[in-house]
């Protein structure tokens, strides 16, 4: 799945690249993301979702 992630990455905005990179290889909690990003976890649950099905 990683290798998926990383190939998927380049097809991504700036804003959800940096967010996928924060969950999946920095290993930050959605709420950690959150707070790094200025929104609420629900927001950064919602981004991530979004960007993983795009």
């Known amino acids: 799945?990683?290798?998926?992630?990383?190939?998927?990455?380049?097809?991504l905005s700036g804003s959800e690249q940096a967010l996928i990179n924060a969950?999946?290889?920095?290993?930050?909690?959605?709420?950690?993301?959150g707070l790094r990003?200025?929104?609420?976890q629900s927001v950064v649950n919602k981004?991530?979702?979004?960007a993983l099905a795009g």
């Open 23 to 33: 969950i999946f290889f920095e290993e930050l909690s959605e709420r950690k993301v």
């Open 37 to 40: 990003l200025g929104v609420t």
């Open 1 to 11: 799945m990683m290798d998926r992630l990383k190939a998927a990455l380049p097809l």
């Open 47 to 50: 981004r991530r979702a979004s």
